[in-house]
């Protein structure tokens, strides 16, 4: 029996190949798989461990200054040096600024994750998706859509489908898409419309929850044993570390992926998003997520919507994986900032 049926027809037959859909969305999302719950809830308690061990490290507060640079106009804040967040600077300014920066701009040349502690004093700017110039903004913005696609895929799937995340590239506007490659135990698997509309609708169900991008920077030792049960991850952890002698990593509810970052704020400010196609890779039975969004608060008409979901449903060629099992250009999140700010 193909899988193109409609919804109804699908999940009476058994042959639906993602978990059961929810009215509610719980702490884990998605699905009641239980090796992929395990999987997650231990990597995000081993975040919660570093992440605290990290805060301990920290010693004796001392101050900084942060020069506020926003529409408010400019304010000299001292806030405490590798615990305080530019998040935490906008309490002091706006709430508004606080629930609608993407991301923060430091000393006016640097992205910085609004989660992310201060280091140093520093000049400070918000950056938002509707700025005159939004390159930045914009650019965090298709990057973090492609995390939270892999929080979506790791988990939609039912238990008996095994789901291994690869890697998502560098975001790349002019290509249509945001994308993501993941093994997925199926062969020759073409989602039907409804299952592409379900993985639209958890994205959705995940910006209304409005989870934080939080952010760490781990040794090779911690990002391997986080990600002991992922063999691509593996691979590529040895290779960042040896080109950076750090990992980042981070995590949105309980799912933790590698990133160079930066991340956008929250989930919540994705507005209309579409899953639109997959594309099977010959790769090591990868398959190609993509997709399309828009940030939350730009309007766009229907048709208009739709030419951006046609053209995501055509074949994102920018850095497919390449040939060798296991391989990892050294890629799609740190590659060589030649002609971006911010991959």
């Not at 040096?81 to 701009?105: E, M, N, R, W």
């Not at 560098?170 to 020759?188: M, T």
């Not at 040896?242 to 994705?270: A, F």
Request: charged residues 25%.
């Amino acid at each position: 029996m193909p899988l193109r049926q409609s919804f109804h027809h699908i999940t009476r037959a058994g042959r639906w190949v993602f978990s059961k859909p929810k009215n509610e969305v719980c702490s884990r999302n998605f699905s009641n798989s239980i090796p992929v719950l395990n999987s997650a809830l231990r990597r995000s308690s081993l975040f919660d461990a570093e992440k605290e061990k990290q805060r301990q490290a920290v010693g004796r507060i001392e101050k900084i200054e942060v020069d506020v640079v926003s529409d408010f106009g400019n304010e000299l804040l001292i806030m405490n040096k590798d615990l305080s967040t530019p998040y935490d600077c906008t309490k002091h300014i706006s709430k508004f600024v606080g629930q609608t920066a993407v991301v923060a701009l430091v000393d006016s040349n640097q992205p910085w994750d609004m989660h992310r502690p201060l280091s140093e004093a520093c000049s400070l700017q918000f950056l938002k998706t509707t700025d005159k110039n939004p390159w930045i903004p914009n650019n965090v913005f298709w990057r973090s859509c492609s995390f939270m696609l892999g929080a979506v895929v790791t988990e939609a799937f039912r238990d008996d489908i095994s789901v291994i995340l690869h890697s998502f590239p560098s975001p790349n506007i002019q290509s249509g898409s945001f994308v993501l490659d993941a093994y997925i135990g199926l062969e020759s698997w073409i989602p039907a419309p409804e299952e592409l509309r379900q993985l639209s609708k958890e994205m959705i169900k995940l910006s209304e929850r409005e989870l934080p991008f939080e952010r760490l920077s781990v040794t090779q030792e911690v990002a391997e044993e986080m990600f002991s049960d992922n063999p691509y991850k593996i691979n590529h952890i040895s290779k960042i570390f040896g080109n950076h002698n750090e990992v980042v990593i981070y995590r949105v509810g309980n799912h933790v992926d590698i990133s160079r970052g930066p991340m956008m704020s929250h989930t919540g400010l994705i507005g209309r998003c579409t899953i639109a196609s997959t594309h099977y890779l010959k790769e090591d039975q990868l398959y190609r997520f993509q997709g399309v969004a828009l940030p939350k608060g730009h309007k766009l008409n229907h048709y208009a919507y739709g030419i951006l979901e046609k053209r995501a449903m055509l074949l994102n060629s920018h850095m497919i994986p390449s040939e060798a099992s296991l391989s990892y250009e050294p890629t799609p999140e740190y590659a060589t900032e030649a002609k971006e700010v911010s991959n």
